[in-house]
């Protein structure tokens, strides 16, 4: 399995980014996103089952939105009015039908004030 994330960058708080991860390889149950803030340990974002049940953290509920297109194995992460508290490495991550876990290589974002 192999997943390919994209989309982060820089951007000042208000704005928005978009990140996408393409995983190949597998049948996947589970996607979604965690990120790692400096000196705080990986945490979730958000997940979307294969059938379209998601799951947000409180903190960026009605602010970030996850999709997926099943046909292409791609997971997305609408990240809107971000604040500098989002800034952190977000990593992809699918939990197979098989309940084996993998994860992307990590992408940077990162807000200013």
């Known amino acids: 399995v192999q997943l390919q994330a994209c989309g982060g960058g820089l951007v000042e708080a208000g704005g928005f980014l978009r990140l996408s991860c393409a995983a190949s390889g597998g049948i996947f149950s589970i996607m979604g996103w965690y ?3 400096p000196g705080k340990q990986r945490a979730m974002v958000a997940t979307i089952t294969n059938t379209g049940s998601t799951n947000y953290v409180d903190s960026v509920k009605g602010r970030f939105t996850i999709s997926r297109d099943n046909a292409k ?3 997305y992460l609408q990240m809107d009015s971000l604040e500098p508290e989002d800034t952190a490495v977000y990593y992809c991550y699918t ?16 807000v200013s004030s």
Request: glycine share 10%; proline share 0%.
């Open 35 to 37: 990120r790692q803030a």
């Open 73 to 75: 194995s791609t997971v």
């Open 95 to 110: 939990r197979t039908r098989v309940r084996v876990s993998y994860w992307g290589q990590g992408t940077l974002v990162t």
